[in-house]
């Protein structure tokens, strides 16, 4: 991944996992849009609370994904998610995501995923619009 990278770690609880014992997929879904927002906020970007006041941007919603399941993660296990924004468009940026665990052998990619998401503002009707890229928080993500 290029530019800034933050590592986002989570830690697999009982509750996560399927009857097998393996992380439900979905959760990992969770655990990256997590991810997404705290690498904006490592990077200093205010709270969306804050930026809908400032910059009328009230988040980030997503609006394409895709993951590559490459191995299992199990209960006890620490992940570590590694985003970074691997393109900004004009109105939409790509964020990419590496999640590994640190086995005894070595580093063990789990999940690599990527997606896409808008800086999202509210239209006078309430409807959710896209906003051009704020330049103040490309600055810091970069």
Request: net charge neutral; aromatic share 12%.
């Amino acid at each position: 991944m290029s530019n800034k990278t933050i590592t986002y770690d989570v830690r697999v609880e009982f509750g996560d996992c399927n009857p097998a014992g393996i992380v439900w997929y979905p959760n990992f879904f969770g655990w990256l849009d997590a991810a997404s927002r705290h690498f904006f906020a490592a990077c200093g970007v205010p709270r969306w609370e804050e930026t809908a006041a400032t910059l009328g941007v009230i988040g980030t919603p997503l609006v394409d994904t895709k993951a590559r399941f490459v191995r299992t993660a199990s209960y006890g296990d620490t992940l570590h998610i590694a985003v970074a924004v691997r393109e900004w468009r004009e109105k939409s940026f790509v964020q990419g995501y590496r999640v590994t665990r640190h086995d005894p052998e070595g580093e063990t990619l789990i999940l690599e995923a990527e997606d896409v998401r808008i800086f999202g503002g509210k239209r006078p009707d309430g409807r959710l619009c896209a906003l051009p890229i704020p330049p103040e928080i490309r600055a810091r993500c970069e």
